[in-house]
């Protein structure tokens, strides 16, 4: 038994704008946030929203240090708002998806000897081997991609193989680069960490293994069996990658260790603290609000579209244009996910230029015009997309907006008024064209869409979200839903220490947080969906001349 009285569950969440924790009881009731926002808290990296884009073509870091020295502040921030850390029992969490880390060879003397008079920062630079580390909105490695799906027998078959074809932003293919790019650095790593797998490293004071429905997103696991794959892995960095990504994933809930002493000196944290697998965030969301029958639309800087897809006797099919993960808790089941660059950040920039900065201003506006947008659509992605792939720029079209079959034309520009509804309608029409293809075969039909992540903030995006789906839509009490879901984790870490085993469900009772319908739908679900066909054919232009315009963010 942990000697924990009272104990709580810290789950933290490192995503591409800043880290967040929470703190559940054992009731899972929030009983403390608090969060570092990388470009406001920590200017002096000079990040643009929290990454370096450039210098090459499509790189995408964030400095593992500025990473560090948040988690210092984090913490900090905690003590400051009187969290007693001593009664922490466990923690877990979630970290963006796909970015990885590069530990050098000094790293294990230096994790094990973490002095607790020093910020984590002492770890910088000699614990890595790299000081960038590449995350999720990277597309510099469209070569590796085709090479790694060529290693396999081609697209499908490497979709097939670990759930996804190969993506510039999956880490298999970063390793493989940087291996190409940069032999040097690449030997001079002793282990490669997933976000998610760096942060308990930092708790255990050793490498932590990685966790398997985050290890899905590398293109280097077998998605039924949660195993490496050999010809993966020699493909992607030669016989020396299986010791640098370390043993096979694990589950979520597995017991990885207690806390280092410096967490227990530095900080006050019990010495029986328990460490369990971090996961990526868009797993973690699903753990904290998934139930049967849900749909989950996380609206952070990407937007991801979640299905839980429970054990089945016929494995579910993999396809070339979504992805599939491993459940982080449950043996056999998956998660079914679509995923968009270009989110939050896209809809910022039409804010910014076309609504006087103000999302009062972008809500007006889009309230003020009707499903169709009066004929004018916009796609806009000012970073390179994954849906469609390779996609830069901003494609505007005017139609005829009574005839929803007339072929749109594309246009220089529409009234500024009009973008944030083509914003909004080009992305969720984006989604609601791909549902049914993603939807495993015989599930029953959806009964309501959860939403979480920065824009589900907004009350005239939630209503858009509603009518645009044609569902209920609930949020949880906090948006920080991936947080929660790490302090979720935590939890059933320490439960299965208590119990000596179990299940996930056995120890939720399939119990979700408290959940708040936000908004009805109060247009017919036919609205939307006669607009699929011109959307699609929007897209398709987009995809015939997307690849060949320009456009993206500045480079640092
Ligand atoms: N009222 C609002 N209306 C619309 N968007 C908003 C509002 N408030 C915040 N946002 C958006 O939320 C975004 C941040 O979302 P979130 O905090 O979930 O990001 P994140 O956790 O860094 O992202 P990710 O989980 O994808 O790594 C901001 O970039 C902003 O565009
Ligand atoms: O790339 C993805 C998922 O595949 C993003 O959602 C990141 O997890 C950042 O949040």
Known sequence: MSPVSSPLFLGLDLSTQQIKAVLISQDAVITHESSVRFSEDLPHYSTTNGAYYGPDKGEVTSPVAMWLEAMDLLMQRMKDTGVDFSRIAAVSGSGQQHGSVYWSHESDAMLDGLDPAEPLLQLCPHAFSKQRCPIWQDSSTTRECRELEHAVGGPQALADLTGSRGYERFTGTQIKRIRRIAPDIYNASAHISLVSSFMPSLFLGK???????????????????????????????????????????????????????????????????????????????????????????????????????????????????????????????????????????????VRDRFCHASWTAFNQYLESAPPGNNGYSGLYFPIEEIIPPNVLGEFLFKADPKDLNALPERTDAIPHTAHPRAIVESQFLSILSRVAAILPSGAAPLQRLVITGGASANETIRRACADMFGLPTYMCATKEAAAMGGALLAKFAWWRAQNGGGTYEEMSGGELPGMTCVAEPKVPRETYEALLPRYRLCEEEVVRVGTLEGGGLPTN
Request: net charge negative; with cysteine.
């Open 207 to 349: 490498i932590a293994p990685i966790e398997i429905a985050d290890a899905s997103g590398m293109n280097l696991m077998n998605i039924m069996t949660s195993k490496w794959n050999d010809v993966l892995l020699d493909a992607a960095g030669g016989s020396e990658l299986r010791a640098k990504v370390g043993p096979e994933p694990v589950l979520g809930g597995t017991h990885l260790g207690t806390v280092h002493c410096y967490w227990v000196k530095r900080w006050g944290f019990s010495p029986e603290c328990i460490v369990a697998p971090f996961t990526g965030d868009n797993p973690a969301t699903v753990v904290a609000l998934s139930a049967p029958g849900d749909a989950l639309l996380s609206l952070g800087t990407s937007t991801t579209y979640l299905l839980s897809i429970p054990p089945a006797s016929t494995p579910p099919k993999c396809f070339t244009t979504s992805h599939l993960l491993a459940h982080p808790t449950t043996p056999g089941a998956h998660i079914a996910m679509l995923c968009y660059k270009n989110g939050a950040l896209a809809r910022e920039q």
